[in-house]
């Protein structure tokens, strides 16, 4: 009875027929909700698709059938009865939930509107997401001032485009911009108070540009400082280098929420009375100092990959300690560790979020913030998801891209 | 004074002067900070100390392992806060293990559907902020389940409703016979396993000590119920009216919903980096040692167990550890949704009520480094203990 090549169609039409059966079973059981294999025992019927289903594959796994479809099937779904069955659960998963999902998503959704009465459909609410939009970009900054935070985002990404596009001879201006100019313009402009722009406090600041600020800055800090701790984890003089382990592994022992409580309630305890610092500021120091024990360890890989030939080099050539580590040690360790740096930038942009502990609202703080107001109540699952979606695009492409800087880099050496 | 000693000297003071001015540096920073906080807290009027440890709290918390109640001490609400963290780590790292081996190897699959399935997990649950997560799953989905007179009955034994899933409760006599026939059960099989390996290695004797182990876990737990009267018993929740409207269960043990939720977000988030782990760690493996071992006359499973595993272990426990430790940092995420960790209730409502700000967050700090530091020096030792030692 074992599905040979000379019965082929006799065993393909049976295999097909069994699995039509399950698929049509499934498909009445949810779309028409009728469940055509009613009559059998509960459990037989609940399993019926997936047993009908095997059996089909089973009389349709014939080895070099010489039909390309089917050996194509037998080859990467139904390579034997595990797989067989494993293959079908997926796809009745699939049947099962997408159509749902999809319908809740797009096809009842409400897109238009400025209320929430505006919402009749079954599916999700994007009247909320549409309405509150603004909000969820730009937090409590003034709707007329947000073309500062516009101007400088635009700035930078057209600094770093430039970086791809222009020739090598203007690429390090453009760095050494983005490293110590931008930042000043852009949290003048964001800030204001001089050239007669109104001064805006941080405690309006919020929504995904502040996740973009705090991740961006953060980000500018805690780069240098890690590549120091890292040298000094690897110097050879004993104060220096288990002050640096001391320091590293403190910051990555403990969680990014307790650190934001210590910059929240403790650090000002530690300041002259009377003098203040701004939240938004202690925040950042405190992700920074995070982020460069991390940062510090990835450059610390790069260092130790690097093979000592190139020390040995670079003394015989009689160059000191900071001229070798400056001119031939770090720019091959830190071009070693470039995807390193690109997840660290991701994790980091992953743990802005947490910044809510110290009343600063970022994107998902901003919707905790909308789904508690009264004419808005009961949106919970349309903001966290818009929070999903948004987080997930920036978070991928840059996991993407990463990988593909990883790519590149390896087939380099 | 000759050439020779002279030029010690300068690279002597070459290597003094950096770590001197370090030091002081550090020293320096150290007590400007000291200094500002004696100032700040002479002016407020406190004092730097422990002793409010041993005060009474007097604030309740929703849920705890051990007994509490508000008239407790402060260093009692401390360890529920930190047994409630340590809870939801081990259901976090129970549940990643289990979902990123699966995923793992699904990954790895010659089907074409559960490759691509596991691939989607990955790249969505990995790409989305934690926090996000764990507020979608309280907020979102856990929320949209059925109050307690409509709750999902699972074989009338337990229910899940908004208000928490309750399970049965386990009612045992002569619980401590149990655990102590369970240990011993464990410690006979480590003998066994142990005489098999030397039976195997000197004799060339197989003795199967799977099997015996797993006769042995079962038979000597099983004894200790027939001879040592031990005994089990379920409490099973039951639905009462408390009022007109108002439903509640009684009785069996309930989950909280803060609970699910943190354990879910933080098992499925983590089970992507496992997952990753694992694929790396198999993929690391050779194919020649596979076909080594298939050319000795090893099996499919003596291959995948003698051969395969041990190495790729090698391989995937070093950053599985640390995956796991930072679950357990990422579990303080609870203060997010309410949960009574150690973050909430120490760093959080205790913090709120003293306002001893500098003991309480070093404690907690403090705390969070001792298991961190201890996870990752047990992980170093068991490192260097398999590490493949070249001859």
């Known amino acids: 009875m074992k599905p040979n090549k000379e019965n082929l169609y006799t065993h393909v039409t049976l295999g097909i027929t069994l699995l039509s ?53 037998n080859k990467n779904l139904n390579s034997s009865n595990s797989n067989a069955i494993l293959s079908l659960i997926v796809i009745f998963i699939l049947i099962k939930y997408v159509p749902s999902l999809l319908n809740w998503f797009i096809f009842d959704a409400n897109f238009l509107g400025n209320t929430k009465e505006d919402c009749t459909g079954d599916g999700a609410c ?15 900054y003034p709707d007329a001032e947000q073309w500062r935070i516009n101007f400088s985002f635009i700035l930078l990404l057209v600094s770093i485009g430039s970086i791809f596009i222009l020739p090598n001879k203007f690429k390090k201006y453009i760095i050494l911009f983005l490293l110590f100019i931008f930042p000043v313009i852009a949290l003048n402009l964001i800030s204001g108070g001089i050239f007669g722009l109104e001064w805006i406090e941080t405690g309006a600041w919020g929504g995904l540009s502040l996740t973009f600020i705090v991740s961006a800055f953060a980000l500018i800090f805690c780069f240098p400082i890690g590549v120091f701790l890292a040298l000094g984890r690897r110097s050879d003089l004993p104060a220096i280098r288990y002050s640096s382990i001391g320091f590293i592994e403190l910051w990555r022992g403990v969680p990014l929420i307790t650190v934001l409580f210590m910059s929240a309630v403790m650090f000002p305890m530690f300041l ?34 690097l093979p000592r030939g190139q020390y040995d080099a670079a003394k015989s050539l009689g ?92 087939t380099e050496r | ?114 490759s691509k399935f596991s691939e989607v997990y990955v790249e969505v649950f990995r790409n989305i902020p934690l926090l996000l997560q764990l507020f979608f799953w309280y907020f979102a989905a856990l929320r949209a389940l059925p109050l307690p007179e409509e709750a999902m009955n699972f074989n009338d034994i337990s229910y899940l409703t908004v208000k928490g899933w309750y399970v049965p409760k386990f009612i045992w006599t002569n619980f401590s016979l149990f655990i102590c026939s369970v240990i011993a059960a464990i410690i006979a ?22 099997y015996i182990g797993l006769v042995l876990l079962f038979s000597l737990p099983a004894l200790s119920f027939f001879i040592g009267g031990v005994a089990l018993e379920f409490e099973i929740p039951v639905l009462e009216q408390m009022s007109a409207t108002i439903f509640n269960f009684r009785g069996g043990v309930s989950i909280i919903p803060e609970l699910m939720a943190l354990a879910m977000a933080l098992s499925m988030y983590t089970a992507t980096f496992i997952a990753e782990n694992v694929r790396a760690g198999i993929l690391g493996i050779g194919k020649g040692q596979k076909e080594a071992a298939a050319s000795i006359g090893l099996n499919k499973t003596q291959i995948l167990k003698l051969v395969v595993l041990p190495q790729a272990l090698r391989i995937i426990i070093p950053p599985t550890t640390n995956q796991y430790l930072n679950l357990t940092k990422n579990s303080s995420l609870a203060a997010a949704i309410a949960y009574p960790d150690i973050v909430l209730v120490f760093a959080g409502t205790a913090l709120m009520q003293t306002g001893r700000a500098i003991e309480i967050v070093s404690i907690t700090m403090g705390t969070y480094l001792l298991i961190s530091l201890s996870i990752s020096s047990f992980m170093n030792w068991y490192n260097q203990s398999v590490a493949i030692k070249e001859k």
């Open chain 1, 319 to 410: 160059m000191g300690y900071w001229r070798m580590h400056f001119l031939i040690i770090l720019p091959q360790a830190l071009k070693l560790v470039i995807p390193g740096i690109a997840n660290t930038f991701l994790a980091l942009v992953k743990d802005t979020p947490l910044i809510f502990v110290v009343g600063l609202l970022e994107l998902a703080g901003m919707i905790g913030l909308a789904k508690t107001n009264p004419k808005w109540l009961g949106m919970a699952t349309e903001g966290y998801v818009f929070a999903a979606l948004v987080f997930w695009i920036i978070c991928f492409s840059m996991s993407r891209y990463s990988q593909n800087l990883e790519k590149k880099l390896s």
């Open chain 2, 189 to 210: 099989i480590i003998f066994v396993s142990k005489h098999a390996k030397k039976q195997r290695e000197e004799f060339g004797k197989h003795i199967p000590s799977f």
């Open chain 1, 21 to 73: 059966v399950g698929f049509i079973d499934i498909f009445f059981n949810t779309f028409l909700n009728f469940n055509i294999t009613g009559f059998f025992p509960s459990i037989i019927s609940y399993l019926s698709p997936l047993i009908l289903g095997s059996f089909g594959l089973y009389f349709i796994r014939i080895e070099y059938s010489g039909n390309k479809i089917l050996d194509a099937i």
């Open chain 1, 126 to 140: 994007w009247v909320f997401v549409r309405v509150w939009f603004n909000r969820f970009m730009y937090g409590m």
């Open chain 2, 1 to 114: 004074m000759n050439f020779k000693t002279f030029s010690i000297d300068l690279k002597n003071k070459k290597r003094l002067i950096p770590q001197v001015l370090t030091l002081l540096s550090i020293f320096l920073a150290i007590s400007y900070f000291t200094f500002n906080a004696q100032v700040n807290m002479d002016n407020r009027g406190i004092a730097f100390g422990f002793g409010f440890l041993s005060q009474e709290a007097s604030f309740d918390i929703g849920f705890s392992l051990i007994d509490y109640d508000g008239s407790h001490s402060y260093a009692r609400a401390f360890l529920v806060g930190l047994l409630n963290t340590l809870l939801v780590s081990i259901i976090g790292i129970f549940f990643a293990t289990l979902i990123g081996v699966t995923v793992g190897i699904g990954r790895l699959s010659s089907n074409y559907l559960v």
């Open chain 1, 272 to 305: 002259p009375d009377g003098t203040y610092m701004d939240k938004l500021m202690r925040v950042i120091i405190a992700i920074t100092l995070f982020e460069a024990a991390y940062m510090a360890e990835v450059v610390r890989g790069g260092l130790q990959a």
